[in-house]
């Protein structure tokens, strides 16, 4: 499998630019944007994160 990706999506409010990682078993993603763009993040352990900030880096113990 994939252990990193990134990436930029074009959205009404602006682009979005996403890369995420994976070492061993934490997952760690950011997401950066202009202010202000509503952004919904879905986490692999089920958690869930809606945000306008315009930088953010979240991460999480995957199960596997």
Do not use: H, N
């Not at 070492?23 to 994160?49: A, L, N, R």
């Amino acid at each position: 499998g994939r252990d990193k990706a990134s990436g930029t999506v074009s959205t009404i409010g602006g682009d979005v630019y996403v890369s995420w990682k994976k070492t061993g078993k934490k997952f760690e993603i950011t997401v950066k944007s202009d202010d202000g763009v509503k952004k919904t993040i879905y986490m692999p352990d089920g958690q869930i994160y809606v945000t306008s900030v315009s930088g953010l880096t979240l991460d999480c113990v995957l199960k596997k």
